[in-house]
Structures are given as C-alpha cells and as structure tokens.
T-cell receptor
C-alpha cells in the first residue's frame, strides 16, 4: 500500500517569513495530492490540491509543487500570518474511489 | 447551512457501553467516510460509502458498524466501547468520479472519551 511521510513535524516561523512542508509517497500510481489545514477543535479543511499531470499550482499565498519522478510534493506558504498557525496534512490517493493516505501532520506556529 | 454536520460534538461514556455518532451532509455528494484521529493527530480511514454501498472497510473491529440510510447520511455505531476507542472521529464527504480524485469536506469531529 501507499506510505506517505511528512516533514517536519513542527515548524516555527516569524510572521512574514515563508514556510515549506514536504511529503514523500511510495505508490507511483498515486495521482491526486490534497493538502489540509486543521485548526484547533475543527475538522481538516482542504486548502489546495494538485494532480499528477501538473507540476505546480498556486492560490494566493499558498503553492504546491509535485515531483513525480522523485515522488515528493511540497506546500509553500509565503508571507505567513498568525492565522496560518495550524496543523497541516498532506495526502496521496490513486483517485476515484481509492482512499487517501495522510501524512502524520506538521504543526505550524507563526510568531507575531 | 453547515456542509457536513456531526452529532454529538463531545461524547463521554463508560467502558462497555454502546454509542452512536450521526453524520449528515447537504452538499449533494455521493460518497461519505469515517476517519479516526488518534492522540498523535494521525488520520486513518475506517469506512467509505458510495450511494449507500460500502466500498472501503479497513481493518476495524467489528464492534464498529456503519450505517448509511441514504447518501446524505452515514452513522457510526460502536458496541462494547473500550478505552482504546477514545479518539476524535471525523465524518467526511466528497463527489467522486471513477477517474479523478476529489477533496473531502470534513465535519467538525466528535471527541469520544471512554472512561
């Protein structure tokens, strides 16, 4: 089955700095890679996703890159703000009705 | 107008009891899921239903029984609760096509504490 590894487990940055979270996956058939943000006491919320036919996707201050050859994908957050503080999860899936395999999460702390 | 709603939000119960968690989505999605998040925040799928049909059933003790009366509802019943069942349980939904992945919409979770 798929194995998704996520690093770092915790990340502390100063407000305004950039944050990068990295994930690797093992199943070359995985083709869909969503990222979720989970705030305290809430459910995970989809913030951005990328499919295997695309190398990069941006949405305002967040971007995701995918390297299919190396089987890794990354989340980039620029100009971080205190409200970006949360736990972020990556996931990988073969798409369709196949399940998501989640990474172990990264706790991001943005210091004002 | 909550998209995926779960009840109750908190559930404290004694070992050996039977309890249910309810989930409803108003997004018109055809697939619903139950995930378990342990104390280390790890998210693991338990079940998935598509149009009321079970399509994913992970290695979960048979004390856990999902029920989907229609595609907008997916309930989770747990018999003979054990201390190790303490976790946060998330319901989610998505509109899946056979070819493409699609992101989930999660509910806000049910924190189950077994004492």
């Amino acid at each position: 089955g798929e194995n998704v590894e996520q690093h770092p487990s915790t990340l502390s940055v100063q407000e305004g700095d950039s944050a990068v979270i990295k994930c690797t996956y093992s199943d070359s058939a995985s083709n869909y890679f969503p990222w979720y943000k989970q705030e305290l006491g809430k459910g995970p919320q989809l913030i951005i996703d990328i499919r295997s036919n695309v190398g990069e996707k941006k949405d305002q201050r967040i971007a995701v890159t995918l390297n299919k050859t190396a089987k890794h994908f990354s989340l980039h957050i620029t100009e971080t703000q205190p409200e970006d503080s949360a736990v972020y999860f990556c996931a990988a899936s073969r798409g369709g009705f196949n399940k998501f395999y989640f990474g172990s999460g990264t706790k991001l702390n943005v210091k004002p | 107008d909550t998209a995926v709603s779960q009840t109750p939000k908190y559930l404290v119960t004694q070992m050996g009891n039977d309890k249910s968690i309810k989930c409803e989505q108003n997004l018109g999605h055809d697939t619903m899921y139950w995930y378990k998040q342990d104390s280390k925040k790890f998210l693991k799928i338990m079940f998935s239903y598509n149009n009321k049909e079970l399509i994913i059933n992970e290695t979960v003790p048979n004390r856990f029984s999902p029920k989907s009366p229609d595609k907008a509802h997916l309930n989770l019943h747990i018999n003979s609760l054990e201390l190790g069942d303490s976790a946060v349980y998330f319901c989610a939904s998505s509109q899946v096509s056979a070819e493409r992945g699609s992101g989930y919409t999660f509910g806000s979770g049910t924190r189950l504490t077994v004492v």
